[in-house]
């Protein structure tokens, strides 16, 4: 009888869905819940939203499932992954360590990871930050190699392909393009610094200072965390599927964490509870070009505004997982929202709530839908050579992998060992387009006109070199 009063106190005053209003929120929640509807089914996968207002959680809960085969549902409790929403944590790591003077933001990283290669100009820990090292993304170059989402990737992997490195996508400083492998050195150098494990400082110096205690780190391939949601895709044939987050690369995501201790992460935007108002002010700085453009990239951080107010965010996404942070600083409100189902929109979903919440302030209407200015079409395009003169094997000395192209019909397709066969449709003289892994292919000749290899592209993998054998 005991353990079963217990049980009902717990029901009365814990809600499945963790629902915890203010009376500030209050006029607001129906048309919060109407967004999210289709969740209160209790068959899909699930999300928590948190709003916080003047530093309080004004509103926090869960809808929708954590576990679609036991039916559990999704609270503000549950553990998921905030993908690249980790990427600020990081940053945060490197100002703390900068305000310590255990390391400069304008230190080249080969002070730290001496077997970086050296690619002739120096790359700072700076750019790094800001997306403009001129590194190549991994992810795009394990793609190249046969690498398919749910594959594993350590971070020594990571590290492997970097130092096997020998061009960069351009110049350090001269452009911005969003780089996972360039904070992945910065949990690097964060080790190096400190001299501890990644988890571990982050553990001593920002989890438990600030009460995120429900907050980890994945550094083991698999691991397993008390309370954590799975994550789902729709699968072609329209029924859930499980994806699995098996990546160990630290500082470009891998923190998992509640919607409780995100929010404590971002009121430390508000007071600084960690780091003070130096370090908070120096995560809002904007990235600065080499020929002194202002980026919208700050530390980990964008600034763009939003229907005319200012907006500081990011979004996160990996395997499943789905998370955005938006914080309006004049208004001293922030919103968080993280899921655990791969089409859930994170960001459109904020603004979605800040379009309720805020329908008073805005000083720009709300963006349109619609896909405007379509391109005209262009006319065909001007006539390769021979097709038969692209065919043949070329080698990537950076991936150590081959590729060859050959004639089949009258078609030119690709062939890799893992991606398998795929089309190449021509575009312009010497240029062709292929999958998404190798989106752009452009052909260079030597001064007889004799193809010598080709320039492969596919995002944020530029230019790579792969030469005909």
């Not at 150098?189 to 995120?212: T, V, Y």
């Not at 007071?271 to 080499?290: E, H, T």
């Amino acid at each position: 009888m005991k353990h079963y009063i217990c049980l009902l106190l717990a029901l009365i005053f814990w809600s499945p869905v963790s629902a915890q209003h203010h009376r500030w929120i209050a006029p607001y929640v129906p048309r919060i819940d109407s967004l999210f509807s289709i969740y209160q089914q209790g068959s899909n996968p699930g999300l928590a939203v948190g709003i916080l207002k003047g530093g309080q959680l004004m509103f926090s809960k869960g809808y929708g499932l954590s576990n679609l085969e036991h039916g559990l549902l999704f609270t503000p409790n549950t553990v998921s992954d905030i993908g690249s929403l980790a990427k600020q944590i990081t940053c945060f790591a490197i100002v703390l360590l900068a305000q310590r003077q255990q390391l400069n933001l304008d230190d080249n990283i080969q002070k730290y990871l001496p077997e970086v290669p050296d690619f002739g100009q120096p790359i700072t820990i700076r750019h790094l930050v800001h997306h403009t090292s001129g590194l190549r993304e991994i992810y795009g170059m394990l793609e190249l190699v046969g690498w398919k989402q749910g594959d594993a990737v350590h971070q020594e992997e990571a590290l492997n392909l970097v130092k096997h490195s020998q061009e960069l996508n351009f110049p350090p400083g001269s452009r911005y393009s969003y780089c996972n492998t360039a904070y992945m050195l910065l949990a690097e150098i964060i080790q190096k610094a400190s001299g501890k494990k990644f988890e571990d400082w982050m553990r001593e110096e920002i989890f438990r200072p600030l009460g995120m205690n429900d907050t980890y780190v994945m550094d083991i391939q698999g691991e397993l965390f008390p309370g954590t949601a799975d994550s789902y895709a729709m699968s072609d044939q329209n029924i859930w599927i499980k994806l699995y987050d098996n990546s160990t690369v630290l500082g470009a995501g891998g923190i998992y964490t509640t919607l409780p201790d995100l929010a404590r992460w971002c009121n430390n935007y508000r007071d600084g509870k960690v780091g003070g108002q130096r370090a908070i002010q120096q995560m809002f700085q904007r990235g600065v070009l080499s020929n002194g453009d202002s980026l919208n990239y700050a530390f980990g951080l964008e600034t763009l505004p939003y229907r005319g107010l200012r907006r500081i965010q990011h979004t996160g996404a990996s395997a499943g997982y789905r998370a955005a942070m938006v914080y309006f600083p004049q208004q001293d409100l922030a919103i968080l929202v993280k899921g655990n189902f791969a089409n859930f929109n994170s960001q459109l979903t904020c603004e979605r709530i800040a379009d309720i919440l805020l329908a008073d302030r805005f000083t720009e209407p709300a963006p349109s839908l619609a896909v405007l200015n379509r391109s005209a079409s262009k006319g065909p395009p001007s006539p390769p050579g021979p097709l038969e003169d692209y065919a043949g094997q070329y080698y990537c000395p950076e991936l150590a992998t081959t590729y060859t192209l050959q004639m089949e019909g009258d078609s030119l397709v690709g062939v890799h060992r893992y991606n398998g066969k795929f089309s190449i449709q021509h575009v312009d003289k010497d240029r062709f387009s292929g999958p998404s892994f190798m989106s752009t292919l452009r052909f260079e000749r030597d001064p007889n006109g004799m193809i010598q290899g080709l320039r492969v592209s596919n995002g944020r993998v530029l230019n790579l070199w792969m030469k005909k054998q």
